[in-house]
């Protein structure tokens, strides 16, 4: 199983549905992150949180909202989809025990706003 | 705006040959440094870290760390096709906001 978990894997919504993305971790780690993929854009940051009551926006937070709600699990919300959010969404954690920044990622949620 | 460049590519090697894989990062206090491969459609996978200067070698792996010039680069000896993949650098914010910020992405083929 993997650490680092996705719900749904892909999916079609219309314009203007509200769609949520879920992650949970296994990992054990304390901070968790969204991140957008784009075709020649590189992975983007939309939401961070390093704990349950510290959540914070990233470069592209316009349009999207998040809940931490146990440090296990971290969900992205789209409150009202839109075409050009048509993208590749990762889930990731890090472990600040470690000092370091290195990041496990989930296996990704295709998203395709129609 | 701090940044991170790759060349997007792609980057084609025959096999067996050395790939080489070029990142320049703009934050100077960057203290942290890695490199992801991620094949098409999948999740990035950490491949190396590195975290001062010199070289770190892990198997095929060579990451090469130039704080005064901003540079870091990942050496692949003796390509395979199944490396061919986009590889991903990533930096740590200075500030230590715990945040990476990654480049596009440079794209390697290894021809058979």
């Known amino acids: 199983d993997a650490d680092v978990t996705q719900t749904p894997r892909n999916r079609i919504t219309k314009t203007g549905k509200r769609i949520m993305l879920e992650c949970s971790q296994t990992?054990?780690?304390?901070?968790m992150y969204w991140y957008r993929q784009d075709p020649g854009l590189g992975l983007r940051l939309i939401y961070y949180s390093f704990d349950v009551k510290d959540i914070n926006k990233g470069e592209i937070s316009d349009g999207y909202s998040v809940s931490r709600q146990a440090q296990a699990k971290f969900s992205l919300s789209l409150e009202s989809a839109i075409p050009n959010q048509t993208a590749l969404y990762f889930c990731?954690?890090?472990?600040?025990?470690?000092?370091?920044?290195?990041?496990?990622f989930g296996q990704g949620t295709r998203l395709t706003v129609v | 705006q701090k940044e991170v460049e790759q060349n997007s590519g792609p980057l084609s090697v025959p096999e067996g040959a050395i790939a080489s894989l070029n990142c320049t990062y703009s934050?100077?206090?960057?203290?942290?440094f890695f490199w992801y491969r991620q094949y098409s459609g999948k999740s990035p996978e950490l491949i190396m870290s590195?975290?001062?200067?010199g070289d770190k070698e892990d198997g095929r792996f060579t990451a090469q760390l130039n704080k005064a010039s901003q540079y870091v680069s990942l050496l692949i000896r003796d390509s395979q096709p199944s490396d061919s993949a986009t590889y991903l650098c990533?930096?740590?914010?200075?500030?230590?906001?715990?945040?990476?910020?990654f480049g596009q992405g440079t794209t390697l083929q290894v021809k058979p």
């Open positions: 990992k054990g780690h304390d901070r």
């Open positions: 990533a930096v740590n914010e200075s500030s230590n906001t715990g945040k990476l910020i």
């Open positions: 990731a954690t890090s472990d600040s025990r470690t000092g370091n920044t290195e990041a496990f």
């Open positions: 590195i975290y001062s200067n």
């Open positions: 934050d100077r206090g960057s203290q942290s």
